[in-house]
């Protein structure tokens, strides 16, 4: 469903993807492990076609770039995006009408009930604490409900309650089929069901595994990101 094949992405001399590839089959949850600048976030961004780089990337066959790719795709962002002088209905509605959604009230009702930004709909978007301007980021990243959804660490600055839905709505994409890449650096938020996990470091792929591959080791995940991010268990052997 999604090709990512020699991604490199350099800012200046730096090299923030180095010859990044992998596939993600359809329906798969995958989970984007690495420490803080490992690249998830740029590689993300280079699959949303808001960057240049070398490498070619498809979602369902078609060039990310494409109209068509980007009707099925979709990104919650790790920093959001708003609108100072829009509403939080206004940003729901004008993502609504960007992508022509249809019967699309009822969803809104649903995402801003679920994330608690009913009371704070005539809200504009400066008026909104960090807190709140995470989940209305999370619920303009969520509305169109695309086939293939980035999700870019999607805990980071909510409350227990919205994390709690967050999961919930993650497993509930899941059961629909959707195929879904989700960034984190923190371990312990893993816990919903997952099918692969890719550990970035220093911008280069250094593991990708089946959930049940993994299983086979006998490792859990943190064992895996610390042997590959660390090489603990490798110290350990010598
Ligand atoms: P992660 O999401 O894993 O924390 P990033 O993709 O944000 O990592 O960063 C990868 C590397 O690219 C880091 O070294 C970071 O400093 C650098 N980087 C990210 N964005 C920019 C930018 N806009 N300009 C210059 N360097 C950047």
């Not at 990337?57 to 919650?76: M, P, Q, R, Y």
């Not at 994409?173 to 470091?201: A, P």
Request: glycine share 8%.
């Amino acid at each position: 469903m999604l090709d990512v094949n020699h991604v490199i992405k350099k800012y200046g001399k730096n090299l923030a993807c180095n010859d990044v590839t992998f596939h993600l089959n359809p329906g798969d949850t995958t989970i984007l492990l690495g420490p803080n600048g490992a690249g998830k976030s740029t590689i993300m961004k280079s699959i949303m076609g808001f960057l240049k780089y070398q490498g070619a990337i498809t979602v369902d066959g078609n060039v990310n770039k494409s109209v068509e790719a980007k009707k099925i795709l979709g990104f919650v962002p790790e920093m959001p995006a708003l609108y100072p002088n829009l509403t939080v209905s206004e940003h729901l509605e004008f993502i609504a009408r960007a992508y022509k959604l249809t019967d699309y009230k009822g969803r809104i009702e649903e995402l801003l009930t679920r994330f608690e930004l009913d009371d704070k709909r005539k809200k504009f978007g400066d008026e909104l604490s960090k807190g709140m301007q995470q989940k209305l980021n999370l619920c303009i990243g969520l509305l169109p409900n695309p086939k293939v959804l980035l999700l870019d660490e999607p805990m980071i600055g909510l409350d227990p309650h919205a994390i709690k839905e967050l999961k919930k709505y993650i497993e509930q994409m899941r059961s629909e089929g959707k195929t879904l890449l989700i960034s984190t650096h923190i371990i312990d938020s893993v816990d919903m069901l997952w099918d692969r996990t890719i550990i970035m470091q220093n911008g280069m792929v250094k593991a990708n595994v089946t959930k049940s591959e993994l299983e086979g080791t006998g490792q859990n995940l943190e064992d895996l990101f610390f042997d590959v991010t660390e090489g603990i268990n490798k110290e350990e052997e010598a």
